[in-house]
């Protein structure tokens, strides 16, 4: 055990930087740790102009294209009635631009801590329903109620076990926040960008008991001197044999199962198509016990390959067919326990009448290997201007 832990947190430092989860043998997650991505931040920006006739208006916010902010994302609703061009807001991205599509903006933004959510443009208090000691809901509650903040609040899963006095200094830092961005509102520029969601770091805060194995010591600052560091320069997610084939595998079409079959992953705009194949399964025992046996691998290796590449919209998954009620019962189970913690909204439909399964699953960023190729080919660019400026000298 080269770390002391078979379960380690990972940030390889060549360009573009990662930031990932080793749990065994597998890479279990694995995000850009300054990906190329607006979803969550908070700007400050301007009403371009106001469209009732599309109930929304359109928003510069520092971006080449304005973005679109749906009527439905103006809070407070009263504010709908009054909007207009050249009004100064503070806006939150919800959905990166895709393709020919702008970012989706909300004035409903939300400042998110470990434990908290503070949501200005809300109001009351909303507990995570996973949190079912109805004496801590309560206690939970009256924290809430002595708190100097009649806005909106969510109270997450992770504050059930937490000292209260950590509640109490995550709730003044999200709260002195929330101050600076609305005192910046009448400041100049007229956009800027006022708080950034780098999301990889999410998975630093979630997973905190780990090791942090980094290639680059200059990562230590940004991890925290109170972290349990491994400084190795020799690992490489990419690069060593050992982890190679497992990250490429995040890119491939086809993913190998253990018994031999594969699934195959089709990339539509708006869909998933995932076809499960025998492949070279081994003709041992009944078909009914092959066909079990390698639609639960399907199944598992599914779950886990939505989760890395980020797979959003409708997935539709074709199994090997002649499941009969138990097997499908099985499947969908399994399906629904892996993607319980999933921290994008998913919702999963189960099997059609045709034979298909179905999830659906929130569209909120770019399929990973985009933002990966997306990162990639910026990094190119920054260094062919690098070696331009540095020949012009």
């Known amino acids: 055990m080269k770390y002391n832990s078979r379960d380690y947190l990972f940030i390889d430092g060549e360009a573009p930087s990662l930031i990932g989860l080793i749990q065994g043998d597998e890479i279990t997650a694995v995000h850009l740790l300054s990906k ?29 294209d304005t ?25 939150e991205v919800k959905k990166m631009p895709l393709r020919e599509k ?4 909300s004035l409903d933004y939300s400042l998110r ?8 443009e809300s109001r009351g208090v909303r507990l995570s329903k996973k949190i079912d000691d109805e004496s801590i809901r309560n206690a939970l509650k009256e924290w809430a109620k002595s708190l100097p903040w009649d806005r909106g609040m969510i109270i997450r899963t992770e504050a059930a076990i937490c000292d209260r006095s950590h509640l109490d200094r995550e709730f003044s830092y999200l709260h002195a926040i929330y101050d600076a961005i609305e005192k910046s509102r009448q400041f100049l520029p007229p956009t800027k960008l006022l708080r950034t969601q780098d999301h990889g770091l999410d998975i ?5 008991d780990l090791p942090v194995v980094i290639n ?25 044999a050992k982890w190679r084939s497992k990250f490429n595998a995040i890119f491939s079409k086809t993913v190998a199962l253990p018994s031999g079959g594969n699934i195959v992953i089709n990339t539509a705009e708006a869909c998933q198509v995932i076809d499960v194949n025998s492949g070279s399964v081994k003709k041992s025992g009944s078909f009914s016990d092959m066909r079990r046996r390698l639609n639960r691998e399907a199944a598992e290796m599914l779950v886990k390959h939505i989760k890395l590449r980020n ?65 990639k080919r910026h990094h190119q660019e920054a260094l062919k201007e690098k070696i331009k400026r540095e020949n012009s000298l």
Do not use: W
């Open 102 to 105: 702008r970012a989706v903006l």
């Open 67 to 91: 973005g679109y902010l749906p009527m439905k994302n103006i809070y407070p609703k009263e504010y709908r009635e009054k909007i207009k061009g050249g009004d100064t807001v503070i806006v």
């Open 216 to 240: 680059d010591k200059r990562f230590k600052e940004r991890i925290g001197e109170d972290r349990n560091i491994i400084v190795d320069p020799s690992f490489s997610i990419r690069s060593m």
């Open 36 to 64: 190329d991505s607006q979803v969550g931040n908070i700007y400050r920006g301007y009403v371009k102009n106001v469209l009732p006739a599309m109930d929304c208006a359109f928003v510069d916010f520092g971006h080449r």
């Open 311 to 375: 797979l959003s919209g409708m997935i539709v998954v074709d199994f090997v067919h002649g499941m009969d009620d138990d097997e499908r019962k099985d499947i969908t189970s399994l399906i629904e326990e892996g993607l319980k913690d999933d921290v994008v909204i998913t919702t999963v439909f189960g099997f059609t009448t045709m034979g298909l399964f179905e999830i659906a699953r929130q569209r909120r960023d770019l399929r990973f290997e985009e933002q990966y190729e997306l990162a």
């Open 113 to 120: 801590g470990e434990y908290l959510v503070l949501l200005p």
């Open 204 to 208: 630093l805060s979630k997973h905190g």
